[in-house]
């Protein structure tokens, strides 16, 4: 890992956000990328481009900048090569351009949290995110100053396409040296016994040189449910899952249960694209 993505509103989310990628850069020796979004109308787009630009664009543009530099000179920052970067485009499509041009290896985000009727209609950008990155993404709640991993629930089916994102969380796992759950959710919608549960979880780890590790087969109503009640049973500092990425009308029948926990956990969130 060499290339961490912050993007940042300059909020106390995106504030949590920067000093965990902080924590992560010192550990693996990383560059952090400091984006900052300004979505603007067709006109204004015009004009930042143009030979001329409009006096009220054009100060608001500098005052991100000024922002960022005060970004860039937090105590918390110090000996970690920043690079900080305007882009004027819809927030989710931004960074998620900016990640595939620029190599990024992890994106780490604040979220909000949303719930109700602004869930169903609108999202969140850091959501948006989660669901089409092909990159690593890492979700920091409000407040978070510090990120200690000791355990690590991974929660999965263990099926055979999880074997590649699957070695991309055992890098970051390793980033901690922190004892990783891997969990199996059983619910009435999809149970399974006991003894086929551990069989596929066994065959899913033979492939593995897994040292600091633990098994589980966790019974819940649904899967965020048992996935949020098992890492607080624990007490998890990190929940870890794979994303499919659904787009569309699958999306909106089936949900996302990244998504979903990305919205109502407590807990950090990270995520990796199947």
Partial sequence: MKRILVPTDFSSHAESALKIAA???KKSNSEIF????IEVPSQMNDAITGATG???TMLFIQKAKETLQKSKEKEYLKDIQITEQISFER???????FSTKNEIDLIVMGSHGISGIEEILIGSNTEKVVRLSDTPVLVIKKNTSELKVENFVFASDFSEEIKKPFKKMLEFAKLFDAKLHLTMICTPNSFKTTALSEQIISDFTTAFDLKNYATHIYNDTNIEKGIINFSNKINADLIGLCTHGRTGMAHFFTGSISEDLVNHAAKPVITFKI
């Fill in 23 to 25: 924590q992560i850069a």
């Fill in 34 to 37: 400091l984006l900052h979004m």
């Fill in 54 to 56: 409009i006096p009220e």
């Fill in 91 to 97: 927030a989710h499509e931004g960074i998620l351009s």
